[in-house]
């Protein structure tokens, strides 16, 4: 298969000597390699398509962890907008990516069978005699289309806007192909260091209310409000700034779907990311007489506690021993003693918050892997020592420094915790005593 000249990065000096590619290309063509070392750029250089990794700089070559395909804006090169491969990560760099005699794009490494990225069956090809070409587009949409050869262009075949990851761009949709029963909707990452998808789904309602619900594992866990005049009713700053932005919430015969786009592509650039834990961020970078103002909002289930805004924010459901007045706050230093592992590696942070407020006995808790996958627990019969030269563990503490006399009836332990000294209450939680799990 013939390479294909991009312009990238400087290649490792254990391959004799140095290459930097000389031209830019938007399109990657059928019987072509996409190396690890090279980038596709859209053709107004608004985005870029090449490998990475999240466990050291996104985009250095030669890395050995976990190495990704994704599509990242120009200008903030560490927060791809896009994974093509989340749940397959390449272990080293010796990945390419091609579009191959089937019309499909795919990843393969070191020798091993290609995987998939897209299918071939998105739409009936109308040239007898063609290829397929896939491009990356100025709004950060990777096509597949057929290419006659008279260099005219048929329908896309495949597009990376059908199949979204954390990220919302515009023009990308919410929503659902009322046809073909193919949804669109966001994934959180599993944690920053891995895009599997994770606790969280943000898509439309399957019953048919023009409104946006997020779902934890399943279940509900907020609804935006039905569309209504231009805006959502329980979520009204979702699209406040129409200076910079055009929503929209369609619905027809075929599909139903909410959107966006940017009124002034030059000077704005935009994305939704669907948090970790739960929470939509805006995100937007605007350009005015030569200075850029970065913007963040963010719109979720929680409230944030104004005395302790550094606490976790996540809702949970109030049990006999969580009353709702309690919090996880993030503090650096380590446990006297070791905690309950649970490594599970589907499990994300938010999974872990959840663990430890079902259970009476726990009081702090932390992921269990350097990835921020796998929980560990500890119950008050630990002690927290603060040092800021250590990582970080969330403690259990109470809103306004309120002293919760928690019920007498002993739970039903679970998730493997240590029994409590007094086995016939559950310890009374101090508000001032609390950082130290005494």
């Known amino acids: 298969?013939?390479?294909?000249?991009?312009?990238?990065?400087?290649?490792?000096?254990?391959?004799?000597?140095?290459?930097?590619?000389?031209?830019?290309?938007?399109?990657?063509?059928?019987?072509?390699?996409?190396?690890?070392?090279?980038?596709?750029?859209?053709?107004?250089?608004?985005?870029?398509?090449?490998?990475?990794?999240?466990?050291?700089?996104?985009?250095?070559?030669?890395?050995?962890?976990?190495?990704?395909?994704?599509?990242?804006?120009?200008?903030?090169?560490?927060?791809?907008?896009?994974?093509?491969?989340?749940?397959?990560p390449i272990p080293d760099s010796?990945?390419?990516?091609?579009?191959?005699?089937?019309?499909?794009?795919?990843?393969?490494?070191?020798?091993?069978?290609?995987?998939?990225?897209?299918?071939?069956?998105?739409?009936?090809?109308?040239?007898?005699?063609?290829?397929?070409?896939?491009?990356?587009l100025d709004s950060g949409n990777l096509v597949l289309r057929e290419v006659g050869v008279d260099?005219?262009?048929?329908?896309?075949?495949?597009?990376?806007?059908?199949?979204?990851s954390?990220?919302?761009?515009?023009?990308?949709?919410?929503?659902?192909?009322?046809?073909?029963?193919?949804?669109?909707?966001?994934?959180?990452?599993?944690?920053?260091?891995?895009?599997?998808?994770?606790?969280?789904?943000?898509g439309l309602d399957p019953d048919g209310s023009e409104q946006l619900i997020i779902w934890r594992r399943g279940e509900v866990y907020w609804k935006s409000g039905v569309w209504r005049n231009g805006s959502f009713q329980l979520a009204p700053m979702l699209t406040t700034r129409v200076?910079?932005?055009e929503f929209r919430f369609d619905t027809n015969e075929n599909e139903s779907y909410f959107s966006y786009s940017v009124k002034n592509r030059s000077a704005t650039v935009s994305r939704w990311e669907l948090e970790t834990l739960g929470q939509i961020t805006q995100f937007t970078l605007e350009r005015r007489n030569n200075s850029d103002t970065w913007i963040f909002e963010t719109t979720g289930k929680c409230e944030t506690d104004?005395?302790?805004?550094?606490?976790?924010?996540?809702?949970?459901?109030?049990?006999?021993?969580?009353?709702?007045?309690?919090?996880?706050?993030?503090?650096?230093?380590?446990?006297?003693?070791?905690?309950?592992?649970?490594?599970?590696?589907?499990?994300?942070?938010?999974?872990?918050?959840?663990?430890?407020?079902?259970?009476?006995f726990c009081v702090a808790y932390k992921s269990s892997s350097y990835n921020g996958t796998g929980c560990v627990f500890w119950t008050r019969e630990s002690e927290f020592i603060p040092d800021q030269a250590y990582e970080e563990f969330y403690l259990l503490t109470l809103q306004?420094?309120?002293?919760?006399?928690?019920?007498?009836?002993?739970?039903t332990m679970s998730n493997g915790f240590k029994d409590s000294k007094d086995s016939n209450q559950i310890p009374k939680i101090d508000s001032t005593r609390i950082d130290g799990l005494a």
């Open 1 to 88: 298969m013939a390479g294909i000249s991009l312009l990238f990065l400087i290649m490792p000096c254990i391959f004799g000597s140095l290459y930097l590619s000389h031209a830019e290309t938007d399109t990657l063509k059928q019987g072509q390699q996409l190396h690890d070392w090279e980038q596709l750029i859209s053709a107004e250089g608004v985005f870029r398509l090449g490998f990475f990794s999240l466990d050291s700089n996104s985009v250095v070559f030669g890395s050995f962890a976990p190495r990704y395909i994704g599509i990242w804006f120009d200008r903030i090169p560490i927060y791809p907008v896009w994974v093509a491969n989340p749940k397959n």
């Open 94 to 136: 010796s990945g390419v990516l091609t579009v191959d005699s089937d019309d499909m794009l795919k990843i393969a490494y070191r020798g091993q069978p290609p995987m998939a990225i897209s299918s071939n069956n998105q739409a009936t090809k109308i040239f007898s005699n063609s290829n397929v070409t896939a491009t990356l």
């Open 151 to 164: 260099g005219i262009t048929g329908p896309v075949l495949w597009q990376s806007f059908d199949y979204p």
């Open 166 to 202: 954390n990220m919302l761009l515009p023009e990308m949709k919410l929503g659902m192909n009322l046809k073909t029963g193919h949804e669109w909707y966001l994934s959180s990452w599993l944690s920053d260091k891995v895009p599997s998808p994770g606790a969280f789904k943000l």
């Open 243 to 245: 200076d910079e932005y």
């Open 306 to 360: 104004l005395h302790n805004q550094t606490a976790v924010c996540l809702s949970e459901k109030p049990s006999k021993c969580r009353n709702g007045s309690e919090l996880f706050e993030p503090k650096k230093g380590y446990m006297n003693s070791p905690g309950y592992n649970d490594n599970n590696a589907s499990l994300a942070l938010s999974d872990c918050h959840a663990k430890c407020w079902q259970n009476c």
């Open 400 to 411: 306004h420094s309120v002293v919760q006399e928690l019920p007498m009836d002993r739970p």
